[in-house]
C-alpha cells in the first residue's frame, strides 16, 4: 500500500509491535524477578493457602515464555480466576486480579481514569494556548521589551516545580483572595460547571510547567521558519505581517509542538502524580502510589501497562497529525 492509507497501516502496525514488546519487558521485569512471585502478588497478609492458590492461578510452575502466553491470553481474550468458592470472568482486556482488594485491576483502573484523562486533557488545552501563544507573541515581537518579559516569566515557569505552583495557587486564590473553594473532584455528568471549577487549579497547576517548554519549543521554531525563503516572498509582495505569523509561518512551526504535545499528553497521564496527590484527586497517580505502598503488584502492573498503552497512542496519533500539519513530511 501507498499514500496515506499505507501510511495508517505502517504506523498502526507499529504501534501494536511497540504495545507489544512494552507487555514483554513489564511482564519479564514484575513477574520474572527473583523472589516470592507468588507472595508478592497476593500481598504480605496472605495465608500460605492463599499464595499456593495464586501460585496455581499464575502458573508459576511453567516455563516464563507458556506464563507470558496465558498472560497474553488474558488480554487478547479475557481469563478465568478461581476466588476459592467460585470461578470468575475477568474479559479481555484483563489485566488480571487484585488479590487484596478482590477486584479486577481493569475495573480499577476504568474508575480513575476518567479523573486522569479530565486532568491531563483539560491542562492540554491550557499550556497549548499559553505556550503556543507566548511562543508566537515572543518570535513576533522579537528584541522589544515584550519578547525579554515573556522569556522572563517562561524560564520561571520551567523552573518552577508544580507542587510549588500548586500549593501557591492555593494559598492566594483559595485561601487569601478565596476566589474558588479548595478542589474536590466532581464527576462532569453530575455537574459539568462544577467539575470544571474544581479543576481549574489542578490544570493550571500543570499547564503552567508544561507551558514554558511550549513556549521556548514555539518560539526557535518561528523565529526559523520566518527567515525562510517563502516567508521574505510573501513579505516582498506586501502581505501583512499578522498575516504571515497567523497564517504562513504557524502552521510550518506546529510540526516540533505536535511531536512535544504527544509526549506531554502520554507521560502526563502517568506522570500527574504530584497534581492528583496535592489536589486530593482519585487518579490513576494516586492510585498507582496507594498501590506501590500496600505492595499491590497486579494493579502496579496494569497501571504501568495503561500508562504505556496511552504514550504509544499519543504518539501515533502525533506522527499522523504531524504529516497532516507539514505538507513537506515524507509518509514513509
Avoid at 504562513?248 to 506531554?264: M, Q
Wanted: proline share 5%; charged share 10%; with cysteine.
Amino acid at each position: 500500500m501507498s499514500g496515506f492509507g499505507g501510511f495508517l497501516l505502517r504506523r498502526t502496525l507499529g504501534a501494536v509491535v511497540t504495545l507489544l514488546a512494552i507487555s514483554v519487558i513489564v511482564y519479564v521485569v514484575f513477574y520474572a524477578t527473583p523472589g516470592n512471585v507468588a507472595q508478592i502478588t497476593c500481598g504480605p497478609r496472605c495465608s500460605p493457602e492463599q499464595v499456593h492458590q495464586v501460585a496455581q492461578q499464575l502458573k508459576l510452575g511453567d516455563p516464563l515464555y507458556l506464563r507470558y502466553w496465558h498472560f497474553l491470553e488474558g488480554l487478547v481474550i479475557g481469563q478465568d480466576y478461581s476466588t476459592g468458592t467460585s470461578v470468575e470472568h475477568c474479559p479481555a482486556p484483563c489485566l488480571g486480579l487484585s488479590y487484596q482488594s478482590d477486584q479486577q485491576v481493569m475495573a480499577i483502573i476504568l474508575t480513575k481514569l476518567p479523573v486522569s484523562l479530565s486532568l491531563v486533557l483539560g491542562a492540554m488545552v491550557l499550556w497549548l494556548v499559553l505556550g503556543v501563544g507566548t511562543g508566537v507573541l515572543s518570535a513576533w515581537r522579537r528584541g522589544r521589551l515584550t519578547e525579554r518579559v515573556l522569556t522572563a516569566l517562561t524560564l520561571a515557569g520551567w523552573a518552577t516545580p508544580v507542587f510549588v505552583i500548586g500549593l501557591v495557587l492555593m494559598i492566594v486564590v483559595c485561601g487569601e483572595l478565596q476566589l474558588l473553594p479548595f478542589p474536590q473532584y466532581v464527576n462532569f455528568t453530575d455537574d459539568p460547571e462544577q467539575w470544571a471549577w474544581n479543576l481549574l487549579l489542578p490544570w493550571l497547576s500543570l499547564a503552567l510547567v508544561e507551558a514554558a517548554a511550549f513556549a521556548r519549543l514555539t518560539r526557535s521554531s518561528m523565529l526559523e521558519t520566518l527567515a525562510e525563503d517563502h516567508i521574505r516572498t510573501f513579505r516582498a509582495y506586501g502581505v501583512a505581517e499578522r498575516t504571515i505569523v497567523g497564517r504562513h509561518a504557524l502552521r510550518g512551526a506546529l510540526a516540533p509542538v505536535i511531536a512535544l504535545n504527544a509526549n506531554n499528553v502520554g507521560s502526563a497521564i502517568g506522570g500527574a502524580v504530584l497534581t492528583e496527590t496535592l489536589f486530593g484527586l482519585p487518579g490513576i497517580g494516586q492510585e498507582l502510589v496507594h498501590a506501590v505502598n500496600v505492595v499491590d503488584l497486579p494493579v502496579v502492573v496494569g497501571m504501568v501497562l495503561v500508562i504505556g498503552f496511552f504514550v504509544v497512542l499519543a504518539n501515533a496519533v502525533a506522527d499522523v497529525l504531524y504529516a497532516v500539519a507539514d505538507r513537506r513530511v515524507v509518509l514513509t
